[in-house]
């Protein structure tokens, strides 16, 4: 097939795989046995080829016979050629007969639309192979292959039914092939075949005429007609006429034609074609046909009876087709020959002429005439209907009916009609009758046929007639064209019910619709007769009573239980109820509850049927039925484990039957809404049943149980949403109505009710844990102590767990604290229901102790442990339950129980026992004040039992017993019960001083009974003092708790006492011999030895855990509140204990110590809480990890329960400490801590701190849409708001925590932004603690979004801000260099917000500024090293919204180093800083340093001694390299060399080689030039040159040339005054400075606007001394401005091959500038009145040319830097930093300006109008910057400043020397410069 159609090539491959799979089956029957029509996916692919076929049926035809071809080819291949010899093995022939079957069942599937389509070869090759199958059947399947003959007949049929598929197009071909094929076997050459005995040749006739069955005329127009004449006539039975056996082959033929003519009897054709269709002549050649083979047919019947079999069926099949007048004359009289027949009676002519002999008249008898007599009738009686019924008369039409059907009615009466198929007939009969005379029909029915009970023949023809009649009208289709009184098929059937249930459910009658509404009545008593009947006589054929299905039962017995009227009954219901049901529904659900358990499966199914119908149909009964179905089922009993298994999920499906109906109600639109009756449902009989067949032993049967749970769940969800459709419809009702119960109490806070299932959702795991180890006496002690298994363990695993003897006790101990939670929570009502069920049940397997003479339950012999294992879950379920009174049915309560487990306690062994004393654990509330009444008869009956029978207790045992009893009641008690409960507290108490007396009285005793006592004990003491001891009841004081905790810490090791500790395993090793001898064989001993030293560990357990139990209250309230106490001593050693190495958990303590210790802290915290709290808090940050996680443990569970009071900010701290820690389980706690935190202050109601279980908090809020189970395993699997156990973290690996800690903290920070100064100044606290590195950097990196929040006060001295800062300070001096990212992350979320930068800032400049003024003698650059690392990390940070080139960090600190312009070098720090942060601050001094000696100024009458320049500092120390310049390619090169000569000053400036400029120093007085001009060939010298000029202090030897001995003498010209410098305070500029040198190389945009201060900042600071507070900051300050500035474009334009000589130099001057920091760059002179021009400002030019050589790429640098210098240089505080200002802008040259030129004449004239020493030396600095400026001005430019003129002139007359040169000297240069010739010049000056 090609691939145009894709559709059907997907069809026919997945044919090809499914017929290649079955065409591999072997066994006959999985091939043609009817498995292929059950199979699904084969069905499927023939249902899908005849939807293709309708499109390409000629394509999907092809591809058939191909693989047909394909697949014999296969089978055949042995031998090809001869195919003989491949049918001798069976195999090959099993798979020729399975291929055959597959192609011929697709063939049919594709040919069920018709064959129109087909080509010609494909029908010839169809039509060849039915044939070939047909005629040579035989000879394929040798006789020999038995269990093939069954394959072959249904190829056989198969084959039939190709033909009749192609007949309609192909009937002419297939009637001459027919023909030659019989003429062949009938001709002379095969008639010794025929003669033959064997039945093989005539098996080919009869095969021939059995494939014609199929084929169907086409009457529809003239030529059909026509050609359909044609084969009537050739087809005649009596034209075919063999040489011997001839009737048996007109017999075969005869029925032949009998077959091919039904299809037209059906149709009615040609007479129901409409008038003009057809040609009358045509039509009436037919009809002349039709009526000439009707006599020819009645001649050949009459000439022997023993054609009377096949002929009566022709003939009036043939005379339904005559014509209406014909038909409407000659059928009665057929009628009354057929009724005559069905007598057994031959009449008229035939009789006449050939008497019957005895043989003759019974073969009329035989009950196949009898049946085509029925047939023939029936085809009689449904043809005249269809002809005369609208036009006979009403009355007419009745007596004719009356006189057809009364043979028929007469001979059912006498049971002529045993029959299945002659029953169906017969109810085919009566429904065509009731298509026309519907009223008559039910009438009939009503009576007689259902009127006789006891004629079951008759009874069971009439109730299936009834169920079709009422189904009939149902069962046509009229758009298809069907017609009515068809037989229905079972689909068909189905079909029509659901159709008229529908109508039944709207409010409908199901006998409206035939007028026969008044006989429903009728119907309804008749049918009720027979239902009492049938229950009488099937009541011991159910399952229950009966073991045996009836098909294994013998002929009599069914015979007597013959189902099929009991099955016809149910199949009327509910059209038709019995009358006694439509009385009782409660009844009816009770009698078909014991239908559907019926051991025939026709009754059980019709009985599930009738109830699914029922329930549809009548709404008002559903309840009623399924309530009535379980109470029914809850009466079986418990052997048959099967029929509960079977009615269980009968139950489980009938409830899903409601659910869909319900779904089904409420999307039709037509459907009524119900009442609140139809919505009811007794919720609590179904739990109830389901919770009672849970105890069954059968795990199949707790599986169904369950599902019946669950099932009952979702159907009364279901009825909810039904009640409140009808509520909103109606506006009447708003809730659902609960029969025999209240409405239940809602769990989780939702609207729904809570079910039983949704306990074992909830609780079911929780119940199996905790009662996992609860099996018998000793492991129910130690289930604290023993760690659950990996497996097994779930509630699904316990309960289908059967292979061991404890399972069956851990199931029943499950289960009955299942049922106790659901008794005193939601579901009271159905555990009262279950206890009423079990108690009927439990008495009845029940046995009775002849000793005692009471019940009790069953033993534990091979035979009865089936019995003890149900009779145990029966108790402890009934014990669970709220008390059951009995009822008049059963008188069997909750007392009785009760009773009867005492009983067992007294008289039975110890497996009995311990189930006894188990059920009595698992005591309800109400059932409590029953136990020390029995316990006080347990006791007084001892005495009696002693006197009277000899009992199983002694003394001993009776107190171990009664002890063992109170432990499992207390156990299984709600919290708070023991306090009401006054005469079970008095027993418990009572218990406890008893066995403390008496095993003080013998300690050194050990037995098994002794330990269990001891064991008790401990248990009693934890439940009594969790119950009593808060409270400090007066039955249970402080000294007896005391004695107690002395007493059970002599069973611990790590006992508290300081005579004896940790003695007890030895005592009880002593102990054994004792123990061991009371015993005398050698198994036993060993035996009761290793029980013994098993019970060790458990009793030290029990004590430990009595021991924490009795710490509740004020027994130790003093003691507890320091570590070394007794209580917390002993928790301590508990967890320093060394433990089992496989015991160790994950902290490494073993688990049930840990359990131990938290209880103890807990009950501890509980009972002071005010007093221990903030102590727990801080041992949660303890470096044991055991020990932090037991006080957070007691902290979470007291936080809980109690309403203890810690502030959120601690506990919010404590919680992101946590949750990243490496053991999961104290990430979990620290999850529930958090949900705990949210619910208590961040709710709504935040001020109710109602106290609940941690074990049902849940969180709320938009925070928790964290709480989510994520995909990447880092976040909770909890949902907010759900009801769920602790949350786990899902994230195994560190990084995932660290990840869900991030994140968590970020949502936590959004919206709780409150707790953020709170919580961090707590974090950054707890950060300053010595504890695990790991939570340090889980928790500053969770610190980090809280940082946002902040927002320091901008008076941040004295609050929380100054806290956290220096919190935050010492963690960064303690942790950057660990954890460097996440302490940066936290210093830039506070940058975040721009309003934190500048307190900051503030803060690291005061913080520097005292810390290094606290400590003079330091070097500041190391203290300073913290505040560096801050200030980069907050650099890093900007605003979004600032542009790039801002950055508010360095711009805060460029400006508080600018403020150094205010600043005096004599000046101390300020004591208002140092007392703010609370540092030692030094001495002060005076504002102003005095000189050494001061100077003498010189006048023009002095004489002209000028003395050497003093150095206000000490020497210039040795640096490590200078810098020096050389020329190369035009440019200046700096680079780094040693001093290699020591020539003096002038003769190194002599010898400076051509090309490079010389530098002027100003005292020259022959060369006054200038500085340098910009652009020009400015005369340049190294620094080291210019500080060994002539007149430098420093010689070589200082300078550190190895070539100069250090004696040389200084040269002339200056000198060092003074040695080493004092240490002086360093000032807040200063530390500004240091702190945004770093900066500078990350950010180089800030660096560029501020490059001009910061240079010229560097330069006034550069010949600070080794001993200044900040050494070396200018050296570093100019090394970063050029990395930042020069250096990165300099690299990139030297990867490209240019400015080489550029770059070069400036990493020269880059790391000479490095090597001389910490050094001065030049030594520190002052400029004198003799020497106003110091040495170093020749150094000082050449650095700052160098520098503007390297920062090239800044244009603008030289103006900038320049107005810089101007200014400080006019406004400097301090004088020195003025005067190295006027140098650095005398280095700059630049020109003069309007502005500097009036002010620098504005501060001259300042300088001479208050003069003194200090404003000479301004003054003249000013007159030199003047000089030098006027130099590198343009001449034109200089006529625009005359002011300068008048200025030298009027500073000529000043008297000092000095101050006369200088101004002389500008005066010369500015007339010099100026053009006097020029009028302009003239005219301005």
Known sequence: MDDANPVSSLILREFKKQANAKAEETNPKQILGGNSSNDAAWQAVLDSLTAAAQYSLEAITDVLLGWRKNASAVVNKQDPADFQNALVNATVLRKRLAVEAIFLEAALAVLKHGSSQLSERQGSMLEGLAFDWIVNSERYIEPRFLELSKCCSKVLDMCSQILGALSPQRLATITAKFLKELCEAMASGKVSRLKSDLPTPRQEIFHLCRGMHHVKLSLRTNTEIQRSIEVLRKLSPLQHTAAVRKSQVQHALAEMVTSILAHSVAKDEPRSLPRGQVDLVVLEAWYQAVTTLRSNVASWAAKGSKHAAVAIPLQAQLLCLSKDEVFEKEVNCVIDNLQKQLRGEYTGLLAALNPLGETEKKALKDRSVRTSAVSCLGQCVSTFLRRFAKAKTADHLEKWLKRTLAGVLGQLRKGSFPLMEQQVLIRQLLVNVSQYAPEYAIRLLADPMLSEPTNLEMVTVGLESLTAVILSPYTVDPAKGEEAGQEMGEAAQEAAAERLVDIMRGGGNPLLVHSAVQYQGELSLQLGKFMKLCKSVFSGSTLVANARTLAEVSAKERLAGLPAPCTAALRCVPFVLPRQWVESPALMAEELAMYTIHVEPSVHEAALAAIKRSMCALPAVRSALLTGLASTYATLPDDNSEVLYKVALILVEVMGEWRRMLEDEQSWKGHQPHDAGALTLDLPRVEGYALSILCNNSVQVRQAGIKVLFSVRALHRALQEGAAVTACEESSRSSIFFTGASPRSVLGGGDAAAYLADLVDQLGDDCAHSCYWQTNYWSSLRQLARPLPSVDTSFQEVMTATGRGRDAVRWARTLAELTRAAASGPCPFACTRAAEYICSRLQAILVRDLAAGRAVLPGEHMFDVAQLSLSRCFAAVVMASPRYKGSQSNGFSTRDVVRLLFATIRSCGETQQAAAVMALGCCHRDNYALIPEELHSLNKDFTADRKTVKTRLRQGEVKVAVAHVLRVVVDGMQPGLLRTEGALRSAVLDCISDARRHLAASPQEVTLEMQQLRCCLAALCTRASQELGLAAHMDFPSPLRRQLFELLSEWSVDSTQAVRPGTYRAEVQRGFPGAVGRVREADQQRAVEADLAATVPIVEHCAQAAMAALMLGPVFEKEARTLQGKPLAWVHQLLAQQADPSQVGPLGVDPQRMTVAVTALSNLLRSSPAELTGLFIDQCYAASGAIAHAYFQAVLETYATVNISIRAHVLLALVLYKVVDQVQSVRESALHLLRLLAERVWQEGAASHTPVHHGTLQPNGTAWGLIHHASNGSLLADAAGATSPPATLVGALQESCHAFQLELSTTLAREHPELTELLCVEVMARQLQPYAAVHQHAVLAALAPWMKNL???????????????????????????????????????????????????DFLVAHGYADSNAHPGQIVDVQLTVPKRIVLYLARESPADAPEEVNQTIDHLVAEAARLINEDESETAPMGVARALHLPTASATSAAATPRHREKVLEFSDEANWPAPEVDEAPWPEAPSLLTTTSRRGSNSISISRASSNLSARHQIGSVPSGIPSVSTGLDRESPGPMGTPGAATPDVSLRTALLREGSPFSTAQLGDPDTPASMPHTPGGHVAGAEGEARHVSRPEVAAALVAEALLEHQQAARRHAPLLAHLALVTGDSPVAAPVPGLAAMLLAHLIAALSMPHLQLQRASGGMLAEYEAAAGLLAQL???????????????????????????????????????????????WAAHALHWALTARSRHWANRSHQVFRALGTPLTQEACARLLQYLHSCLSDFNASTQIAATDTLFTLTDAVDVTPRAHLVLYPQLYLAALVALDLPYVHLHAAALTLFAKVVGRMEGADPAVRAVV
């Open 1351 to 1401: 927002s320091f006060a901008a008076r941040w001295e004295g609050n929380w801000s100054e806290r956290l800062l220096k919190a935050m300070y010492l963690v960064t001096q303690r942790h950057a260099a660990a954890f460097p990212e996440q302490v940066e992350t936290l210093w830039r979320n506070v940058a975040m917000n721009k309003r934190n930068i500048v307190p900051v800032l």
């Open 1714 to 1760: 490095k090597e001389m920091a910490p050094h001065p760059l030049w030594p520190r002179q002052a400029p004198t009145p003799a020497h106003p021009r110091p040495t170093s400002a020749a150094a000082l030019a050449v650095v700052v040319r160098s520098l503007l050589a390297a920062l090239c790429f800044e244009q603008d640098l030289r103006e900038r």
